[in-house]
T-cell receptor, first 114, second 113 residues
C-alpha cells in the first residue's frame, strides 16, 4: 500500500479512554490525511496535514486531534473515545494537494469502542 | 447534506456482464471526479478520473460517462470479472485542493462466476 503503515490494525477500547492511531509513510509525501469509513457514509475526512506541524480540520473533526512532528508520521488521537467513533480509520498520503493528485491509502485500522 | 449521491448500494452481476454505478451531484463547483476501488481489508485505490470538459473517459474495461447538464456521472465496467468484486466509491472535488474530496457512500459490486 504505497509505503504506508497504519498501527494498530485492530483495537478494542472502552468508552472514555484515550486512543492514538499511527500512520507511518516511507514515501516522503508532504500531504497526509485521516479518513473514517462507516457503512452508509462512505469516507469522510477527519483531519489533514500539509507539512510538519501544519494541520487542519476536515468535515468530521469533532472529538479528534492530530499531530505531525515528522514528515513520515501522522498521529490521530481520540481524547476520550465514544461509541460513535467505532469505525475503520484510513490514513492517506499524496505528493501534492492538487485535485488531480492521486491519494494513496493505507490498509486501515478497525477501532471498536465498547 | 450528502453532496454526492451514489447508487445502487449493492450490485450483483454475472461474469461477462456490464456493471453500471451511478452518481449525481448538486454542487456545480465540483470540477474533478475520481473513482476509487476498494477490496476487502484494503484501503481504496484510485481507479479512474474525469474532468467535466469531457463526456467520456475509458481505461481498459472501465469507462466513466459524464453528463454535465444533468450533473451525473457513471462508471461502466465492461466484461465484468470476479476479480472486479469490490466496493466502488465515486467522488468529487471542488476547488484546487484534494483535501476537499467528497465521497459517495459506495457500491458493493459482486461479480458471480
Amino acid at each position: 500500500d504505497a509505503g504506508i503503515t497504519q498501527s494498530p490494525r485492530h483495537k478494542v477500547t472502552e468508552t472514555g479512554t484515550p486512543v492514538t492511531l499511527r500512520c507511518h509513510q516511507t514515501e516522503n509525501h508532504r500531504y497526509m490525511y485521516w479518513y473514517r469509513q462507516d457503512p452508509g457514509h462512505g469516507l469522510r475526512l477527519i483531519h489533514y496535514s500539509y507539512g510538519v506541524k501544519d494541520t487542519d480540520k476536515g468535515e468530521v473533526s469533532d472529538g479528534y486531534s492530530v499531530s505531525r512532528s515528522k514528515t513520515e508520521d501522522f498521529l490521530l488521537t481520540l481524547e476520550s473515545a465514544t461509541s460513535s467513533q467505532t469505525s475503520v480509520y484510513f490514513c492517506a498520503i499524496s505528493e501534492s494537494d492538487r485535485k488531480n493528485e492521486k491519494l494513496f491509502f493505507g490498509s486501515g485500522t478497525q477501532l471498536s469502542v465498547l | 447534506q450528502q453532496q454526492v449521491k451514489q447508487s445502487p448500494q449493492s450490485l450483483i452481476v454475472q461474469k461477462g456482464g456490464i456493471s453500471i454505478i451511478n452518481c449525481a451531484y448538486e454542487n456545480t463547483a465540483f470540477d474533478y471526479f475520481p473513482w476509487y476501488q476498494q477490496f476487502p481489508g484494503k484501503g481504496p485505490a484510485l481507479l479512474i478520473a474525469i474532468r467535466p470538459d469531457v463526456s467520456e473517459k475509458k481505461e481498459g474495461r472501465f469507462t466513466i460517462s459524464f453528463n454535465k447538464s444533468a450533473k451525473q456521472f457513471s462508471l461502466h465496467i465492461m466484461d465484468s470479472q470476479p476479480g472486479d468484486s469490490a466496493t466502488y466509491f465515486c467522488a468529487a472535488i471542488s476547488g484546487g485542493s484534494n483535501y476537499k474530496l467528497t465521497f459517495g457512500k459506495g457500491t458493493l459490486l459482486t461479480v458471480n462466476p
